[in-house]
Structures are given as C-alpha cells and as structure tokens.
C-alpha cells in the first residue's frame, strides 16, 4: 500500500474488513491504530494509558514504532462522547508525526457526519502531509464522513445489505454494486481512485 492514502473498508460484522486493515498496514515500520475494540492487539505496543500514549509519541518521532492505543476504560459500547474524546486525544498525539500510517477501527464510533472532529476533517480535505497514509473500518458507508470518502484513494466493501450503501456505490461503480449484497465472506469489492472501474477480488 503506498503512503500517503486514505482507505476506506467498510463491510458488516465479521466479513472481514479488520482483517484486510490489518493486512494493509502489517508492513509499516510507523503505525498507530485506534483501536477501542481490541482487534489489533497482535499488532504492536499495546498502549491504555493517556500520558503513556503522548510520552511515548514524543520519544519514538524519529523512530520506528507501531502503537495500539486501546484507551482504557473505554470501548465499542462506551458512550459516544467518551469515545471521541479519546479518539481526539488519540489523534492529536499522532497529527504532528511523518512517515506514518494511522488506522481507525470502526470510525463511525468516533465521527459522525455531524460530528465537529477538525483535525480529522481537516486530514480528509486539505491532504495529508507527506509519507502520511490512514486505514478506516466502518459498517455503513453512510457513516463515514464525507470528506473522508470524497478523497479517499482507494474504497473497499465487504457484502453490503444496507439498500442506501448498495445504491450509492452502484451510482460510483454501476453494476458491479449489486453483487454487494451476495459476496461471501471475505471476498470484497475495491476501487482505486486511479483505476476506472472496481474489480471483484477474494480474500488476501
């Protein structure tokens, strides 16, 4: 995966979205992954505390790392403001840092299309710096925000059911969209921003 993208996965429950993110990103020598669910445990340093997780920004910027900040006393059922407060706090440790890859799981949970995340916007509109890539999971594509979907370089969909989601891709993709609602697991839908039509693939 070249640097300096925005991937977009999204997928329902278990069809596999987490593990392709975590396939994108286990090459990256710098990598920093939200994580409130505890999916990417495996993947790095798991760090829960606040100020472990700023110090350590400060002392590994100029070093190869992979953090996993799984904020502590927080997680996929916590309550919305509680979650984004983390994730703010998540992100601005890491907005600072280059030659970096930042994975967000589930980015519903931490920026709705009315939520006020400058930092994240701001990421999504103006481009990111340079050697800066981010990987998003969410269920819906509705749900991600739309600066970040406008100017994502690559989307991928793992099966799709809501009728809204089908219809969207199908006006980006055309045909291809309907066999979202029919993919088996694992198997996705990917399109680059540099390519012209999205292609059917099968698990990586």
């Known amino acids: 995966m070249p640097n300096n993208r925005i991937t977009v996965i999204i997928g329902r429950k278990g ?3 987490t593990y392709l993110a975590k396939h994108l990103c286990k090459d990256k020598k710098r990598l920093a992954v939200f994580d409130p669910g505890g999916n990417f445990s495996a993947c790095g340093l798991v760090i829960y505390n606040p100020y472990d997780l700023a110090v350590y920004t400060k002392q590994q910027k100029d ?21 984004e407060e983390s994730f703010d706090f998540f992100l601005r440790n890491v907005a600072n840092l280059l030659y970096i890859c930042v994975v967000v799981d589930e980015i519903h949970l ?9 930092l994240l916007r701001n990421f999504s509109n103006m481009g990111r710096k340079p050697e800066i ?6 269920i819906r594509y509705t749900d991600v925000i739309v600066p970040m979907r406008a100017n994502a370089d690559e989307f991928v969909s793992f ?11 199908r006006k980006k993709w055309g045909p291809i969209a309907d066999e ?13 921003s540099d ?9 990586v």
């Not at 931490?110 to 400058?118: D, I, R």
């Not at 890539?133 to 969410?138: L, P, R």
């Not at 390519?195 to 698990?203: G, S, V």
Request: glycine fraction near 4%; charged fraction near 30%.
């Open 15 to 17: 069809c596999g979205k």
């Open 63 to 83: 070093k190869n790392f992979r953090i996993i900040y799984q904020p502590e006393g927080v997680n996929i059922g916590s309550k919305k403001d509680i979650i």
């Open 110 to 118: 931490v920026a709705s299309q009315k939520s006020n995340n400058f």
């Open 133 to 138: 890539s981010m990987i998003v999971t969410s």
């Open 159 to 169: 099966q799709a059911e809501e009728p809204a989601d089908v219809d969207y891709l």
């Open 180 to 192: 979202l609602e029919s993919l088996p697991p694992y198997h996705f839908i990917r399109k680059r």
């Open 195 to 203: 390519q012209l039509k999205a292609t059917k693939e099968r698990p």
